[in-house]
């Protein structure tokens, strides 16, 4: 069945570094691409999508692009700042069937 | 505003004392599911729904009930809740047009003792 895979956290970044989390899915057919947010004591929200392979998913100064070739939609910001620390999980939905998420990669950033 | 409004957001009960947690949508979604999150295991859904009177168990159904009476409303029903069922619980609710995304609640933070 389709399955996310998503990079092992937590991870730990300074103020203003570049941030990239990994995932990669394995789906049949053309699947859309997610990537949520749940920042501290709150439920998951859309950060940005993409739904069709080479598009580009952007929102917040993210981006993440859909590459089918890789099978990989990997998240990342030039710079990030204290307020992205939250947990981030890549998603699959695919024609109507349920979302599958990755299990989540916790950020911390630093001042 | 589009939302999906869970109830309670906290709750302690003890074992073997059945509750319930609401969920409810105000965007008309014929989608609805259920997740609960534990820390290294992510998200697992547990029932979903295609729209009402349709329910469908996910990855983790043993242990509760749900139903599906009105296309708003998703309860989730603990019947003999043990302390394994501590977590947080997410509603969602989605359109089932193709490849669109899905709503959540704040979640609900269940604590069995």
């Known amino acids: 069945g389709d399955s996310v895979t998503q990079m092992e956290g937590p991870v730990t970044l300074s103020e203003e570094a570049f941030l990239t989390i990994n995932c990669t899915y394995t789906a049949t057919g053309y699947p859309s691409l997610f990537w949520y947010v749940q920042y501290p004591g709150e439920g998951l929200q859309l950060l940005l999508k993409a739904t069709k392979a080479d598009d580009k998913g952007s929102n917040k100064g993210f981006e993440a692009t859909y590459r089918k070739e890789t099978t990989s939609f990997h998240l990342e910001k030039g710079s990030v700042q204290v307020s992205d620390s939250a947990v981030y999980f890549c998603?699959?939905?695919?024609?109507?069937?349920?979302?599958?998420f990755g299990k989540g990669t916790r950020l911390s950033v630093i001042a | 505003e589009a939302q999906v409004t869970q109830n309670p957001r906290y709750l302690i009960t003890v074992t073997g004392k059945k509750l319930t947690v609401t969920c409810s949508q105000n965007?008309?979604?014929?989608?609805m599911s259920w997740y609960r999150q534990d820390p290294g295991l992510g998200l697992r859904q547990i029932y979903y729904s295609m729209n009402v009177e349709v329910t469908d168990k996910g990855d983790v159904p043993e242990g509760y009930k749900v139903s599906r009476k009105e296309k708003r409303n998703f309860p989730l029903i603990l019947e003999s809740p043990s302390p394994n069922q501590t977590s947080l619980y997410f509603c969602?609710?989605?359109?089932?047009?193709?490849?669109?995304?899905?709503?959540f609640g704040q979640g609900t933070r269940l604590t069995v003792v």
């Open positions: 998603a699959l939905v695919h024609g109507n069937t349920p979302l599958v």
């Open positions: 965007m008309n979604h014929e989608y």
């Open positions: 969602a609710s989605s359109s089932i047009r193709r490849n669109t995304e899905a709503f």
